[in-house]
């Protein structure tokens, strides 16, 4: 049986997103809700994908194309990384695996990284190679205890690998890669052992409502004002976007930051935010929450303080601190 197969006999509703069909949910989003803050919230990324790097020179060339610190991983580390422009915007995001000889790179932008990697690769001795593997997450207080009914755990921002799964452990819970053909299996397995199935639409909810950035924040922003600073090494030497990088910490003066609204009706994605007649903002991803209705995560301008009223589309909306209480 194909994931997708497994997704249907659990009556799931798709949602198109970037040429990819999304589990967006499978009935009732408050269900889903409680297992990601209460239990074992299983979501399928499917449309990421996984990159290897090999070769002799593969780390320092991932090192200088990444905002963290590669040369100082440790062997079955892994971290979540930004890949910048020259201007110091975000242009993909994911998460890198260090496997000895190799490193994977999960990535919603997978093939538009490979080009990139490959754009810049010149003298230096690196393969790349696209592998077949899909990314499952494991999240929720109950993760950790289900995941354990299966498989041995590495501790926490360490990874364990075998032939056909890799395990990569967070505070919140875990990334499972696994090859496609064994996908299904092992999501059925995961919900025989108690999970519940939980679509993107929940997942959104979610974050929105912590103030957790994805793609739609980012996707062109500078780290430091969508609250993605904590993926950024100011350590290390020369990479893309490095130069920038250097002056924001030094001087800091990003002129926006990362918030919350508070609509009267649905806020659309990526509508621009006016005050007073002035552009402040852009709206970033936008749901409906079951605790505080038409929210969205925001990029506003850093006077703007919890509690202003700004306009977007003729309608009102109530800016928000982070995380929503």
Not at 184 to 196: D, H, I, K, P, V
Not at 316 to 325: C, D, E, F
Request: proline content about 5%; aromatic content about 8%.
């Amino acid at each position: 049986m194909l994931l997708q197969d497994l997704h249907e006999s659990l009556n799931v509703t798709w949602h198109t997103q970037g040429g990819f069909r999304i589990p967006w949910n499978y009935g009732e989003v408050e269900a889903e809700l409680e297992a990601l803050q209460h239990g074992a919230a299983l979501l399928d990324f499917c449309e990421y994908g996984l990159l290897q790097l090999k070769g002799p020179d593969c780390a320092d060339f991932l090192h200088n194309q990444c905002t963290s610190d590669i040369r100082s991983m440790l062997r079955d580390g892994w971290l979540e990384t930004l890949f910048l422009n020259a201007k110091g915007q975000i242009e993909h995001l994911g998460l890198v695996l260090h496997l000895g000889e190799s490193f994977w790179i999960s990535s919603p932008t997978a093939q538009a990284l490979a080009n990139r990697f490959s754009k810049y690769i010149v003298f230096d001795q690196v393969e790349i190679e696209e592998l077949p593997w899909s990314l499952l997450r494991l999240q929720g207080p109950e993760a950790e205890a289900i995941a354990q009914k299966l498989v041995s755990l590495p501790p926490r921002w360490s990874l364990r690998k075998y032939p056909e799964l890799a395990l990569a452990r967070d505070e919140l819970g875990l990334w499972l890669l696994v090859p496609t053909y064994e996908a299904s299996r092992l999501a059925q397995r995961l919900l025989e052992a108690g999970a519940t199935p939980v679509g993107r639409e929940a997942w959104h909810i979610w974050r929105v409502e912590r103030g957790v950035a994805d793609l739609p924040e980012a996707l062109g922003e500078l780290p430091q004002e969508v609250g993605l600073a904590g993926r950024v090494s100011y350590k290390k030497g020369c990479y893309l976007g490095q130069e920038i990088m250097a002056r924001l910490e030094a001087r800091g003066n990003t002129r926006y930051q990362l918030m919350g609204l508070l609509g009267q009706k649905e806020i659309p994605s990526g509508a621009e935010v006016f005050r007073e007649g002035r552009p402040v903002g852009r709206v970033g991803t936008s749901v409906e929450s079951p605790t505080h209705g038409a929210i969205a995560l925001a990029l506003l301008r850093k006077e703007l303080a919890p509690g202003d009223q700004v306009q977007i589309e003729g309608w009102s909306a109530t800016v928000s601190g982070l995380p929503m209480r």
